[in-house]
């Protein structure tokens, strides 16, 4: 015969409900209480009925996560971090990705989930101010990222401009006066790309430093391929520089490997900076100076935000911008 939550709640000695609250992710039980269930629910080969559950909650235990792309590193991260955050909660993720590309993530908006999950984490790149009525869905949702500002649903961002601001500001403390950037996206307004390039030339306005404008090269999709490409470009101009702000770490470590085939030294001969603090940028040669847009308080709070959500919080919706960190490493201070 199949095991029951009460052979489970027999053998460990509390009540079914406890074993309920211990298999749901409920927050509020003793340490020692949830081990003890979790080593009868091992002992006797337990497993959960989800189908049943389900049609009793009318809840999934599963929520989405819709992102451009997990060839990007910062989404990859960011989604590892959303898996963790939402396994605090008993929540499972299911991942899609848009391509960063307006109808697929309109569709993504209007496919019905019906029961297939509870709430949505949406990340798009493609939409713009126009499609904000887009975002009243009936699925409880959290929107991430900058491309829609004021919408009908909470929103957690990256801090954009303070970030880019404070690694602007690093470059020109360390006597940096032309300084290049990659990754613009000409003719954006609303969007990743014109947020940290806005920030950017205020930066220099601050500082009384002209904005060179032909030092400004596109930089495709945000791949290391495009940063090599888009370094390529600038050298190719035969104008000087002693900085490079690439608009993410990809770029910044493509920038990286061109600069050095060219055989120019990083930082003696250009500092280079990136923005996303993804793994790789701790381990790179040089180690790369970059911002930190802090993932884990994104995803966690994006996550919290949506259970609220779903367990029926009909509040005023919130915006909150997440805690940015400076890391200075090798590419801008050297190795001295």
Do not use: C
């Not at 993530?105 to 009525?133: C, F, I, M, Q």
């Not at 307004?189 to 060179?212: D, F, K, M, S, W």
């Not at 032909?214 to 000087?240: F, I, N, P, Y």
């Not at 900076?273 to 993804?278: E, M, S, T, W, Y």
Request: no cysteine; net charge negative; charged share 20%.
């Amino acid at each position: 015969m199949a095991v029951t939550m009460r052979d489970v709640a027999r053998h460990a000695g509390v009540s079914p409900k406890t074993v309920s609250n211990v298999m749901n992710g409920y927050p509020y039980i003793r340490e020692e209480t949830r081990t003890k269930v979790l080593a009868s629910i091992d002992a006797l080969g337990y497993q959960m009925n989800i189908s049943a559950r389900n049609l009793k909650s009318g809840r999934t235990g599963i929520i989405a996560l819709a992102v451009p792309e997990l060839s990007n590193p910062y989404f990859a991260e960011l989604a590892d971090a959303a898996i963790a955050a939402a396994g605090e909660h008993g929540l499972t993720v299911m991942i899609e990705t848009t391509g960063a590309d307006r109808d697929r993530e309109l569709t993504a908006l209007a496919r019905p989930r019906g029961h297939l999950v509870d709430g949505l984490l949406y990340s798009p790149l493609g939409l713009g101010p126009e499609d904000v009525e887009q975002l009243r869905t009936p699925t409880p949702m959290v929107l991430l990222g900058e491309r829609i500002f004021h919408g009908p649903v909470d929103h957690v961002m990256i801090d954009n401009v303070e970030g880019t601001k404070a690694v602007v500001r690093h470059l020109l403390d360390q006597g940096r006066r032309k300084i290049a950037v990659i990754g613009i996206r000409p003719g954006e307004q609303v969007g990743t790309a014109a947020i940290r390039y806005g920030a950017y030339a205020e930066t220099l306005a601050e500082y009384g430093v002209p904005v060179p404008a032909d030092l400004a090269v596109s930089g495709g999709k945000w791949h290391r391929s495009s940063g090599a490409d888009a370094m390529e470009v600038l050298l190719a101009t035969g104008q000087k520089f002693d900085a490079v702000l690439a608009l993410n770490d990809t770029l910044a470590l493509g920038a990286v490997r061109a600069l050095a085939a060219h055989g120019l030294r990083i930082p003696d001969d250009v500092a280079v900076a990136g923005f996303d603090n993804i793994d790789e940028a701790s381990y790179s040669s040089p180690t790369l100076t970059t911002v930190d847009p802090n993932r884990v308080h994104i995803a966690r709070t994006a996550v919290d935000l949506l259970v609220r959500r779903m367990a029926g919080d009909d509040s005023e919706h919130v915006e909150i911008v997440a805690p940015y960190e400076l890391h200075t490493r090798e590419s801008t201070l050297g190795t001295d």
